[in-house]
């Protein structure tokens, strides 16, 4: 085949290098953290980490953060809610996406309406109404609250319900036909063929009860309770600002330096052994959700 | 004509009983809970007792130095979003589109989406510390450079430029996923028509991959439009500190503020009506545009 050879390698070159510098660029505040809690400790003292750990190798900034308590009770608490309150959520859209995704159902178009124009409402404007709900049920410093608050986010029952649309409805009427309820309908048969759907929404909420901070925050002062995140805000986002402000320039704690990127290495890890496993789930969210979205 | 159907009604409306339950505990009962930006809300009294006061703290808000200052963060914030970080993904979806070698691609794909994983806390942790100016690798470089250290983090003036690096750091693997998918419904043949006729990789992109995302390019434009008010919260409020505020302060972490640090809870809650109300028209216009644009093209 001819072509104009030239131009196609200038752009392939451009393609290449484009890709390959974002990849670098992504990749190294994640290995320069890793190199600073392999560090030794006068070397990150004095700034000297760049790319690569500065030797002599210490595993002093691990030693600390194994005995350091609250990043444990952080990380069992987070994984209470992460469990529980994936499932509960999971749990919750189902319940609201079956009924809403039946074409015979009475109650479909009231409920698309009651769901869908809270997808409208900005969360600034009910943050502080919010607060004051939960306050006056008595649920402030509750594990509950942060379980039940966000029970199920709109966006996804309507994703769902698109979703259970697709199930066949002749399927569905030969079990009536043979007999069988609602709820044995929804679960022999619309729920074993959703397994991929299920898999990606349950990915997001698991993402979001992982990674969320601010409600955690504002709810639960009991350091019993909270989450990794907020105590990794306080480690190293607290810590390096008050450091900043008070001591300026001279002053570093060496074990706080340590503690801070080793934290940060002992929190990320399941997120990276997990997420190369996950990633086709979340990708294939991202269109399932453009086709209605 | 509907077809006669055995479906139990009354068993799926007993199945939809927590779900209306919780939504008009949890998402309903605060909407009408806004009503306490027209009062002076105490806790003690109560909402109902509370006295009504009407538009003053609407009028506070509109003639203090904050509305100003929260109006005009909130806007750069998202008026440099869109035009900086907005075109990095669709950038990103095109080369990625370009990468023949499929081990190569999803190697490409698999490390820019893997921020989007990390939580908000960790990256802002990273960045500040890579920040510092005395433990952080920037200020390291620029010390090697024979450059005197800068306090990233204490200048208003780096704050939009930060959370914007930031946000197409975490965001844009992401973000091209949507534009990939459009690149996916490119008929194939039209690339080897185009090669048959000695276009070049450079034409092809032009001519064909370019006019076949430029309608999820204007829909996603759209989006962001509707959504330049709300700026992202968690991510503004991590980065935040007294220093930079003057720069950082945006509607939401000042109604925050003001709300549940400092329990002015009608005043905010004022100032959050104001942004839910103007959130509200943005996103109405803009969605109503994007379903004009949408059913005028055939593609999507």
Known sequence: ?293 | MRKKTLLDQKALWIMLIPVVAYFILFRYLPIAGILIAFKRYSPFRGFLESPWIGFQYFIQFVNSIYFYRVLRNTLLIGVYYIIFAFPIPILLALFLNNVTNSTLKKTYQTITLFPYFVSFVIIAGIVINMLSPSTGVVNRIRELMGLEPIYFMQEPKYFVTIYNLIRIFKESGYEAIVYLAALTTIDPTLYEAARCDGATKFQQLKHITIPAVIPAIVIMLLVRIGRIVSVSFEEVLLLQNSVNLEASEVISTYVYRRGLVGSDFSYATAVGLLETVVALILVITSNTLARRFKSETTLW
Do not use: H
Request: hydrophobic share 55%; glycine share 6%.
């Open chain 1, 1 to 293: 085949m001819k072509q104009p050879f030239g131009s196609d390698w200038i752009f392939n070159i451009l393609v290449y290098c484009f890709l390959t510098a974002f990849c670098l660029v992504t990749l190294y505040p994640f290995v320069y953290t890793i190199a600073v809690s392999f560090s030794a400790p006068e070397a990150i003292l004095l700034n000297q980490v760049v790319l690569t750990p500065v030797p002599p190798l210490s595993l002093e900034a691990y030693r600390t953060i194994f005995k350091y308590r609250p990043i444990w009770v952080g990380y069992a608490n987070t994984l209470y809610y992460a469990v529980f309150g994936t499932a509960i959520n999971l749990i919750f859209t189902i319940l609201a996406a079956y009924p809403m995704s039946r074409k015979e159902f009475s109650g479909r178009k009231f409920m698309n309406v009651f769901i869908s124009i809270l997808m409208f409402i900005s969360a600034t404007g009910t943050m502080i109404p919010l607060y004051l709900i939960v306050r006056n049920l008595g649920l402030l410093d509750t594990r509950l609250s942060l379980l039940i608050v966000f029970a199920a986010f709109p966006f996804y029952i309507i994703i769902l319900r698109s979703f259970f649309e697709t199930v066949p409805e002749e399927m569905i009427e030969a079990a009536r036909i043979d007999g069988a309820s609602e709820y044995t309908i929804l679960l022999r048969i619309v729920l074993p063929v959703s397994g991929a759907a299920l898999a990606t929404i349950g990915l997001y909420y698991l993402i979001n009860r992982w990674n969320g901070f601010f409600w955690a925050m504002v709810f639960i002062n009991d350091p019993d309770k909270q989450p990794l995140q907020v105590v990794l805000r306080e480690l190293i986002i607290m810590a390096q600002t008050a450091q900043e402000m008070d001591a300026g320039l001279s002053k570093a704690n060496t074990n706080a330096e340590a503690i801070k990127y080793s934290a940060i290495v002992v929190s990320i890890l399941p997120i990276g052994v997990i997420y190369p496993l996950v990633q086709r789930y979340f990708v294939k969210g991202v269109t399932l959700g453009s086709i209605k979205g």
